[in-house]
């Protein structure tokens, strides 16, 4: 895995190339001098964290590759073409500046996605990558959870997501919408669900579909609906269960049974 855990081994010369003059571009040479390898063809896996780089179109130099982390540079986006990096597996981007994750056409293998603490604003690329079984996107400025929510149901194979940190996980249903829309899903933010908590939360899904369906007739008719003025919420909660809250529990009692 080179997830932030896997990158915390990062050899003492890639943090000396980092700290070189004309490293922010991933060149052909650095891509085998980091993977060991002599040819591009040969890379498999590759490590390039912390290296203050702003280009890694290079990657798509080698075809073969199936795991690399770029994690802690400063990558605004990634040019890759579709198809590019076919066995491609395990993706660490996190800590970067990317805005989009429209690059993912060209990993249509990818199984392992780490993309937290950028700048994404939407997940609907991820249909690009229907094997997809863990994603990490906590930390960006995904706002609307029917969107998100809209794009993960495409991923059938999903059993980890990490999506706090976002202005959408602000939603006091939001842990029961997503449990209720992933069925593959195993953890959501750090937290195992529970096979007692699915019922619950697809009882949470059913209502709050009822309450969309009765405040968009409202919106569209000449009837005012007033308006609640409750003060918004911090956009980053801590990763713990919400199944315990509060919050989680009143939302069980409003839904009704069925």
């Known amino acids: 895995e080179v997830g932030e855990r896997g990158d915390k ?3 003492s010369a890639a943090q000396e190339a980092g700290g070189r003059d004309g490293m922010s571009v991933l060149t052909r040479e650095m891509l085998l ?3 060991g390898e002599e040819k591009a063809e040969a890379v498999r896996m590759v ?3 912390g290296m203050g780089l702003t280009d890694a179109a290079s990657l798509s130099l080698a075809l073969n590759l199936t795991s690399v982390s770029l994690s802690h540079n400063s990558l605004s986006a990634l040019p890759l073409p579709p198809g590019s990096l076919p066995s491609l597996a395990e993706l660490n981007i996190n800590h970067n500046a ?3 994750l429209s690059f993912l056409p060209a990993c249509p293998s990818l199984q392992r996605l780490y993309a937290a603490n950028n700048a994404i604003t939407t997940l609907q690329p ?5 094997g997809l079984q863990a994603a990490c996107v906590s930390g960006n400025k995904l706002e609307g959870l029917p969107d998100s929510i809209d794009a993960l149901k495409a991923l059938p194979l999903l059993e980890e997501l ?3 940190g976002n202005a959408c996980s ?3 249903s939001y842990r029961a919408l997503c449990v209720a829309a992933l069925p593959a899903l195993r953890l959501l933010d750090g937290d195992a669900v529970q096979p007692a908590e699915r019922e619950g939360a697809r009882r949470v899904a059913r209502y709050e579909e009822r309450m969309s369906e009765e405040a968009s007739f409202y919106t569209h008719s000449d009837i005012q609906v007033p308006v609640g003025d409750a003060a918004r919420r911090p956009l980053r909660r801590p990763t713990t269960s919400h199944v315990h809250t509060e919050a989680y529990q009143s939302a069980l009692r409003r ?3 069925s």
């Open 170 to 172: 602000d939603n006091l």
């Open 9 to 11: 081994g990062v050899s």
């Open 33 to 35: 001098e980091f993977s």
């Open 126 to 130: 991820l249909r690009a990558c229907p």
């Open 255 to 257: 839904a009704p049974p």
């Open 47 to 49: 490590v390039l964290r």
């Open 98 to 100: 990317l805005s989009s």
């Open 162 to 164: 990490e999506l706090d």
